[in-house]
């Protein structure tokens, strides 16, 4: 008699549970506003992506989306305090693949696991990047930047938006296959690699497309190629990285996803899912991510994760062969 008692007061709790789970998220977010953390200074890719995607979000979730840029580290500051979160959907992130899945392969300091210790919503996009020179670089092609990088071993240099980017691993995989020793220097973010590359400080630089098309547009920058294996449709005067010799099997990108701490309430990843969906179809939000060389993707958290999964290992070979093993100081 007293087992049936007990397993019966369980399951009135696990009802109990549900209850007021759905009952919550069929109430959330109108009690306060939503927290969405970048891990980047303004300015930069995943900060576009946030200001894009927060405002028409936060309107048919009926509630207010506040932006909050936590940078450093890679993007992995921000992340960490998301993970650290309460899972009660006032704390989301938008994550890419850098402090989602990169830094950990070969960054013992990161403690967090991107695929356990976040709930993912949805992919919102997918980008290449570009490898730019400075205007005084004195290259104009992929070519005669791997030549000039040749004949000056270990005294030219790339930026990028910190150690273990997907911007970092990108520039080490140009040194990988072209058998060049273009040196890294990490910032924290887009607005002073910008200032640098085109104040001629440093020499090259592998940018998100969307943070260098306007230099590029302006004439101030030089574009070199794109890292995936096809032009941009947003650039199509840039050519792609796999146009040149040394670089046939090329492939980089960046990509965007909304994610939530472990343990978000299912019905409020549900509600999150359902509603970005509708957001990357409005014209309004395609044309934005369009211009920026963005694509829109959405789909199931499912989805999500088995790209994660996909992306993660294929960017761990190119971490393990050009980074961890000292191809890149």
Do not use: C
């Not at 977010?29 to 891990?39: C, D, E, Q, R």
């Not at 199509?236 to 996803?257: H, L, T």
């Amino acid at each position: 008699m007293n087992k049936f008692f007990t397993h019966r007061r369980v399951l009135l709790g696990l009802a109990l549970t549900a209850s007021m789970t759905t009952a919550f998220a069929q109430t959330w977010p109108a009690a306060k506003a939503i927290t969405l953390v970048v891990g980047y200074p303004a300015g930069g890719s995943v900060d576009l992506v946030a200001r894009i995607i927060s405002e028409p979000l936060g309107k048919r979730l009926g509630g207010q989306i506040i932006v909050e840029n936590v940078g450093g580290a890679g993007g992995t500051i921000g992340a960490q305090k998301v993970v650290n979160a309460a899972p009660d959907g006032y704390t989301l992130l938008l994550g890419s693949g850098s402090e989602v899945s990169i830094a950990r392969i070969y960054n013992a300091a990161v403690k967090y696991n991107g695929e356990t210790d976040l709930t993912g919503i949805g992919l919102i996009g997918v980008t290449p990047m570009v490898f730019v020179a400075g205007p005084k670089a004195g290259v104009k092609n992929m070519n005669e930047a791997i030549a000039l990088a040749k004949s000056n071993p270990g005294k030219l240099n790339f930026a990028s938006s910190g150690i273990g980017t997907p911007l970092h691993v990108a520039g080490e995989l140009i040194n990988l296959k072209a058998g060049t020793s273009i040196k890294h220097v990490p910032y924290r973010g887009a607005a002073q690699m910008v200032q640098d590359v085109l104040g001629n400080n440093i020499e090259f630089g592998v940018f998100v497309l969307s943070s260098a098309l306007p230099h590029i547009e302006s004439g101030k920058m030089i574009p070199l190629a794109v890292t995936t294996p096809e032009r941009s449709r947003a650039a199509p005067q840039i050519p792609s990285m796999s146009e040149f010799a040394k670089m046939n099997d090329y492939n980089m990108n960046v990509w965007f996803g909304l994610f939530g701490p472990a343990k978000l309430p299912a019905p409020v990843a549900a509600k999150l899912n359902k509603e970005l969906g509708e957001v990357l179809r409005d014209p309004a939000v395609w044309q934005k991510l369009q211009k920026a060389g963005i694509s829109n993707e959405g789909g199931t958290p499912q989805a999500l994760a088995n790209f994660i999964k996909a992306e993660t290992l294929r960017v761990r070979s190119v971490v393990n062969q050009a980074v961890v093993e000292g191809v890149a100081k």
